[in-house]
């Protein structure tokens, strides 16, 4: 099984930047993809940006220049700097990790961004 932990969530004006890490523990498969999830409140969890461990990214077209994901191998971690948030960005960040035959969720951190 993989442990997910994330940090980084909170609430910050309009404009703002926010860094949310995760951080997976436990049987990590050398073929992996690990990601951001959010799902605001009456929504369905839509795909926020993924990276595989060998540095592939994806991203949802509504952050695409505006938020970066990375991740450090070394430490089973990813990273998601967000930048220019907007009100719509509003919601429950979960991280992902992902393996050809096991998944994972993290708990989820709140982001807030007020106008």
């Known amino acids: 099984q993989v442990q997910l932990v994330e940090s980084g969530g909170g609430l910050v004006q309009v404009g703002g930047s926010l860094r949310l890490s995760c951080a997976a523990s436990g049987s990590i498969f050398r073929i992996n993809a690990m990601g951001w999830y959010r799902q605001a409140p009456g929504k369905q969890r839509e795909l926020v940006a993924e990276i595989t461990n060998g540095g592939s990214t994806n991203y949802a077209g509504s952050v695409k220049g505006r938020f970066t994901i990375s991740r450090d191998n070394a430490k089973n971690t990813v990273y998601l700097q967000m930048n220019s948030l907007k009100p719509e960005d509003t919601a429950v960040y979960y991280c992902?990790?992902?393996?050809?035959?096991?998944?994972?969720w993290g708990q989820g951190t709140q982001v807030t961004v007020s106008s």
């Open positions: 992902n990790y992902w393996a050809p035959t096991y998944d994972s």
